[in-house]
């Protein structure tokens, strides 16, 4: 992993998405190291290895199915993360510790799963693309509850996020967030986004979304051309964030947060840039970037202990029933 720091200010401390039939898995590669790494004093590039977030040292590379085609990842409290496939919907859950996981959701046929939330309850909020969310229960894999948030055709239900009694969903294609209740009943809010907000045509734009570390708003990642904006949760009215340090977060994908550090996500670029928000999240301070030559097109990160974990959804390499897939870790 390579950390540049083209600024001279220091990180903020971190306040602390076949097989497809369930296969088993074939044997995964183990990437791990310990200790703290060397550093370049005269390039400011650090290259550093980690031990794992729960003691011990853990894998920081481990496989998923061939053909499973991922692209949401989302982790809780425990040390498992679930995947979500854009093939057939299907959730994989994979044990942190080991490496090892296997197929919770078998998925089905029109069945599509990409940004994922983990919630305190166990309930597993999942983006369906075709206008759908899915409620999934974490321990068995069932579905719980299924809403149609738009028409099927002409929207692309992206990412979620939790934040008050809602989750917060993303529409690549339509100027609007959808708010599903928390739990197992409720009426879904549709919020027009409106201010600074510029639908673009043709083209991903609203991707990646986070809550704002006052809990007050939401950030909102537009892939195309590559902007931050800051959406009241009242109003809709979206207004957008000054990049300090950094042109644009063009490809910018999954978005996470700790504190009032922001990491972004941006897939083709093979990249994790990390910002410094002000206090009312409508400044963002690049303040280093994060690459791997591990990354193959990274979409989505969560994070457990000093770790983010990504994986890489290969946009760019044949999406065939034979092509193989990764999740990784990253020290932060």
């Known amino acids: 992993m390579t950390r540049s720091h083209p600024h001279p ?39 550093a290895t980690t031990t794992g977030g729960g003691g011990g040292t853990w894998p920081t590379e481990f496989p998923l199915p061939n053909g499973f085609l991922p692209e949401g990842i989302a982790i809780g409290r425990k040390p498992y993360a679930y995947m979500g496939s854009r093939a057939n919907g299907a959730i994989y859950r994979t044990d942190l510790r080991t490496g090892e996981g296997g197929i919770l959701f078998a998925g089905g046929t029109g069945l599509i799963a990409v940004g994922l939330k983990l919630d305190h309850d166990g309930l597993l909020y999942v983006a369906g693309n075709t206008g759908v969310a899915r409620t999934h229960d974490s321990r068995t894999g069932e579905v ?24 917060w969903f993303t529409d690549s294609r339509a100027a609007a967030l959808y ?28 991707n990646g979304i986070v809550g704002t570390p006052d809990g007050r ?18 109003t809709g009215h979206a207004t957008k964030i000054t990049l300090v340090g950094a042109a644009n977060v063009v490809n910018g994908d999954g978005l996470y947060r700790i504190g009032r550090t922001l990491y972004v996500v941006q897939n083709r670029l093979n990249l994790i840039s990390v910002f410094h928000l002000d206090s009312k999240a409508t400044t963002a301070t690049l303040t280093g970037t ?43």
């Open 9 to 47: 200010h220091s990180l903020p401390h971190p306040s602390r998405r076949a097989l497809l039939g369930g296969a088993a898995l074939t044997a995964f590669a183990v990437a791990t190291g310990a200790g703290a790494g060397t550093a370049n004093a005269a390039t400011g590039t650090k290259t």
């Open 144 to 167: 719980v509850a299924t809403h149609q948030l738009t028409e099927p055709t002409g929207h692309f239900i992206n990412d979620v996020t939790l934040l008050g009694d809602r989750a």
């Open 179 to 206: 708010g599903v209740p928390r739990g197992r009943t409720g009426t879904v809010k549709t919020l027009p986004l409106t201010g600074d907000w510029v639908q673009l045509p043709d083209v991903n734009n609203a």
């Open 217 to 234: 708003a939401l950030i909102v990642v537009k892939s195309t051309p590559g902007e931050l904006y800051n959406v009241n949760l009242r």
């Open 290 to 332: 994060i690459t791997d030559p591990r990354f193959d097109v990274p979409t989505t990160a969560a994070r457990f202990g000093n770790r983010l974990y990504l994986v890489n959804a290969r946009f760019t390499s044949p999406q065939t029933p034979e092509t193989t897939f990764t999740g990784v870790a990253v020290p932060i």
